[in-house]
């Protein structure tokens, strides 16, 4: 099986798995993965990236911190921070994610389920009341909570 | 209830595969239009939070970041692209090339038996879809869409001919949609509002929207 770290530095920190190999079973790794060849299994990088190039033919399920899919991905995707799927993208299988980017042009069938971030740690109770306190007397009204992120991205 | 006109349903005969790409230019225009069935859909949606919405239409990033921005789960499934599968086109009893609805849904719209949903984006999608798919996948929407769930749906007027363009819907506002010429599928027929209520006859209610050009809208309640 063909897994180099190609010499370009742009990749330097990612393992590489070209457009004519096959993979079949689980493939796991702690380091980012750029995949242009074909998976068939499950894919677990849980903290690091993984990015199917244009090439690319997975079926598989695929948990990692960061999803970006150019080519084709059958399969369930927990990307627990971010998915993002490019504008030739074909993913078909099921999304949970923090966060989501997909360009026009892709195709994509199954569900999104986007779950925000784990919640901070609430501070000490007096501090909320002196927070909603202050707001109050300035504005007239204390908001609801705290502004959450965009959970979605548009990209063109 | 709706008026009912006295005119067939019109057919359009001819190639039903001609499913081919527009310029590119014409790709990325987008026409805005008002849509009440749109608000009135938005309305429905808006109170509550965590909701299942499923989009029968090709993938748009404007109605994923619309749903998911109301809280809500999104499915997508692009059922008329799925149609146009050509190892769907079986030969009918006359000889003539038809779809294999059994297989179609053997493979669209597929979902365990405890998931339903709380709404659908059904766009045109029935003007466009194979008679002999048409029938079957309002059966099925009618499985998955919860009791009280709503549908959206569009319907062009008799005026519309068979080069009608196909758009993309995405969702621009409450009440606002943009119009994305897609790929050139041909209208199949033209409903008239007796075909519709036929059509949606095993829900409990529906309601018409005529728009100023050549589409009425139409919502559904399971």
């Known amino acids: ?156 | 209830m709706s008026s009912v006109t006295h005119h067939l349903f019109r057919m359009f005969r001819g190639n039903a595969e001609a499913a081919t790409a527009l310029p590119a230019s014409e790709l990325r225009e987008r026409l805005r239009r008002r849509s009440s069935g749109l608000a009135e859909f938005n309305h429905a949606i808006e109170g509550e939070d965590g909701l299942r919405i499923l989009d029968l239409g090709p993938t748009s990033p404007t109605n994923i970041a619309y749903v998911t921005g109301l809280g809500h789960r999104i499915h997508n499934e692009d059922v008329l692209k799925e149609s146009e599968d050509p190892s769907l086109v079986v030969p009918a009893e006359d000889g003539r090339p038809t779809r294999d609805a059994d297989r179609f849904l053997a493979e669209n719209l597929v979902f365990s038996p405890a998931t339903t949903f709380d709404a659908i984006l059904c766009w045109d999608t029935p003007d466009y879809l194979h008679e002999a798919l048409v029938k079957p996948m309002v059966n099925r929407i009618h499985r998955i869409l919860r009791p009280k769930g709503i549908l959206l749906a569009f319907f062009h007027t008799r005026d519309a001919g068979p080069d009608a363009p196909y758009y993309r819907y995405h969702i621009a506002g409450e009440d606002t949609l943009e119009l994305q010429c897609g790929p050139r599928f041909r209208l199949q027929r033209v409903f008239n509002n007796r075909h519709i209520e036929n059509l949606f006859r095993d829900f409990s209610s529906i309601k018409f929207f005529l728009a100023r050009d050549n589409v009425r809208e139409v919502l559904v309640v399971r």
């Open chain 1, 1 to 156: 099986m063909e897994i180099s770290k190609p010499t370009d530095s742009a990749r330097a920190e990612v393992a590489h798995i070209g457009k004519s190999v096959v993979v079949r079973g689980e493939l796991s790794g702690s380091e980012d993965l750029y995949l242009d060849g074909q998976v068939e299994g499950s894919i677990e990088l849980h903290d690091h990236h993984l990015t199917i190039g244009p090439h690319g033919r997975v079926k598989a399920s695929v948990n990692a911190r960061e999803v970006v899919v150019h080519g084709e991905l059958n399969g369930n995707v927990h990307g627990s921070e971010r998915v993002e799927l490019k504008k030739n993208a074909v993913l078909t299988g099921d999304i949970v994610t923090q966060r989501i980017v997909i360009e026009d042009g892709a195709i994509f069938k199954g569900s999104l389920d986007t779950q925000r971030a784990a919640a901070k740690p609430e501070p000490k109770r007096e501090t909320v009341e002196a927070v909603a306190a202050s707001v109050s007397s300035s504005f007239g009204a204390a908001p609801a909570g705290p502004a959450e992120p965009a959970l979605v991205e548009q990209k063109k």
